[in-house]
């Protein structure tokens, strides 16, 4: 018998802005800075993918130089991926966020 297919439901723009609007101050701060940590690493991370690719079967270090605000780390889990992990502080608590698999181009 087929599976039936979830139907992803995307998040557009639009949509996104929505939610926020219904926000406390303080979450719309804290969001601002974490999109403004992905902001800043976009071109690192597309400049990283490259050499993902042609390095693939060694075993990648950490992201390097890490970002004012933040970063996002590249890593290989059981050979597989890369996978995108946002890494940043806010006060004295570290986050990290699984963005999910490196986009490749």
Not at 18 to 42: A, F, G, W
Not at 61 to 84: D, Q, W
Request: proline content about 4%; aromatic content about 8%; some cysteine.
């Amino acid at each position: 018998m087929p599976r039936k297919s979830r139907k992803q439901n995307v998040p557009t723009v639009e949509s996104i802005l929505q939610d926020c609007y219904t926000l406390r101050l303080e979450d719309m701060v804290y969001l601002r800075d974490v999109l403004d940590v992905l902001i800043e690493e976009q071109e690192r991370l597309e400049a990283e993918l490259d050499e993902w690719e042609t390095k693939r079967e060694e075993k990648m270090p950490k992201t390097g130089a890490r970002g004012s605000r933040g970063n996002i780390e590249l890593k290989m889990i059981n050979g597989c991926g890369p996978y995108a992990y946002l890494r940043f502080r806010s006060g004295d608590v570290h986050h990290s966020f699984y963005l999910g698999k490196a986009k490749t181009q």
